[in-house]
Structure formats: structure tokens, C-alpha cells
């Protein structure tokens, strides 16, 4: 009788462990902000001049959810030269600070960045991304331009 009350203890013990599982549920993780008003990028363009590419495009970003711009320049070959369906690697040639750098009151605003180093001849594709203060930085925009 001792040997069954041990068992039947055993399995019930092993039942209630398999129904209420291990306990352990982990911490409780908060669904991510969702931004009522997107960061936007808007009109972006590339001008060439005798010796540099400016990029220019309108900004937006009524929360206050970036940080930063990312700027990234990637090469496509040389003219008439360009690999348009290659894979395309990206350097990160500069950043502008938005956090502090833009009044809140500003609906959108004008941004530019000159790159300079740039040679003739070559065709480039520019892309940002917007960072924020975590450092997640989904791309907003991309421009092409043929360097001559």
C-alpha cells in the first residue's frame, strides 16, 4: 500500500508540474511606440557642380523620433558602364544631427549635404536613414546620379 501511495504521489506531482508548466514566462515586453506621424523624407535630389554632389531634400518629423540622418554613398561603375542590377554595398560618408539641431516648432524643414569626394566620370547612389536614439535606422530615401 506504502509502494502505490508513492507512486500515485510521484505521478500526481508529475501531472501538476506537466499542466502548469516550467513557471518560467519571461519578462513582460512592451509593444514598440507607434509613431502617429512618421519621419518623412521628401523631394530628395542630387546636383552636380565642378567639383562635388549635394544632395538636398525636405525633412519632417513632428515627434521627435530621430536623432540623426545617416548619409550613405554607394557606386554603380562608370558611365555607360553600370551595373544596375548588382548588388550594392553602401559607406557611410557623413551624418546630421537632428535631436536639438531643428526647432520643434518646424513642420519641415530644407536639409543638404555636400560630398566631395567624388570622382568624375562615375555614377553614384546616395541613401539616408533615419536613426534614432536606440540606433535602428531604417532607409528613407535614395537618389541616383551620373557624375560628369
Given amino acids: 500500500m506504502k509502494k502505490n501511495s508513492a507512486v500515485n504521489n510521484f505521478l500526481l506531482l508529475l501531472f501538476l508540474i506537466i499542466i502548469s508548466g516550467c513557471g518560467v514566462k519571461g519578462n513582460p515586453v512592451p509593444y514598440p511606440v507607434v509613431a502617429q506621424n512618421k519621419p518623412t523624407v521628401s523631394k530628395m535630389e542630387a546636383i552636380s557642380s565642378v567639383e562635388a554632389i549635394a544632395l538636398r531634400w525636405n525633412f519632417q518629423d513632428k515627434d521627435r523620433l530621430v536623432s540623426f540622418i545617416g548619409v550613405e554613398r554607394g ?37 543638404n549635404f555636400v560630398d566631395e569626394k567624388v570622382v568624375k566620370g562615375r555614377t553614384y547612389n546616395y541613401r539616408l536613414v533615419l536613426c534614432d536614439e536606440n540606433g535602428n535606422c531604417p532607409e528613407a530615401s535614395e537618389v541616383e546620379i551620373n557624375y560628369r
Avoid: F, H, S, W
Fill in 75 to 111: 557606386e554603380l561603375g562608370t558611365a555607360g558602364n553600370e551595373c544596375k542590377n548588382c548588388p550594392r554595398t553602401y559607406e557611410r560618408i557623413g551624418q546630421i544631427m537632428i535631436r536639438g539641431a531643428i526647432a520643434a516648432d518646424k513642420e519641415q524643414v530644407t536639409l
